[in-house]
């Protein structure tokens, strides 16, 4: 290497010489006079050693120099950031459970998956800073044992009201007689939260590839009775063995974690 180097340098000087020879007396006389030599700038002479060294020097000294570009190249990420949701509370209500397991079949109780997915979205959440605050963070009931329904519901609506939040977000799993019917689904309050309803869907179905089965406008208690944005996701049917199978293993429960999370970075996104 360093011979090459010498030989190198030596042509380098041989053709420099011959460039100089070329050159006009007058004006080479001239150049270290010029204003470009007064105003800071490379003069002819300059100009010629650095053409030269581009040309072949730069490419011996420097082929040792990884190529790191693909350093700087943007990395395809999702909407998600660490700080895109400081400031938000967002209540997360993991349906059913204690005494009321919800839809059950093909051995899944929808409180059990509806609890995993809301722990997983918990977390995803807090890490982009939200103020996360769950109905329920076990296998138990929001209010009192022996409570009626329309005390339970409205116990997980007095959470959202307690710690005023910008948006309550209720997770469930579906059951229908025809065991064929399979997809997610997103309810909303008529008349609002649609953008909301909207924005997790979409999410939700391109996280999961699971059958769209739309957004709706939905009369459950805690979505009539709610006075902020607020939507019902129904993950999937625990009636369809195929979809079932999918929603107790918790690689599928973390992508419909990520759909919701999803959903919701980009509902505060464009609102």
Known sequence: MKNTKRITWLL???????VMIALPGAYAAGAA???????????VIERVLQFFYNLILGPIFNNDKKDDRSATLPSKTRPGTSSSLKGKTIVVDPGHGGSNPGAVDNNVEEADVNLAVA????????ASGANVVMTRTSDRSVAANG???GKELQARLDITNKNKA???????????PDKKIAG???FYPKGRSSQLASAIQKELIAE????DKGISAGTFYVL????????????GFVTNAAEAAKLKTPSYQQRLAEGVYQGIIRYFKNA
């Open 12 to 18: 380098l000087l041989f053709m420099i010489c011959n």
């Open 33 to 43: 006079s010029d204003s470009s030599v007064k105003a800071g700038k490379p003069n």
């Open 119 to 126: 722990a997983m979205l918990r977390n995803k959440l807090a």
């Open 224 to 235: 009539r009775n709610n006075a902020v944005p607020s939507v019902l996701v129904e993950m």
């Open 184 to 186: 997610a689904m997103t």
């Open 147 to 149: 409570s009626s329904l």
């Open 166 to 176: 910008d948006i309550f977000v209720s997770l469930h799993s579906n059951s229908n």
């Open 208 to 211: 999961t590839d699971a059958v």
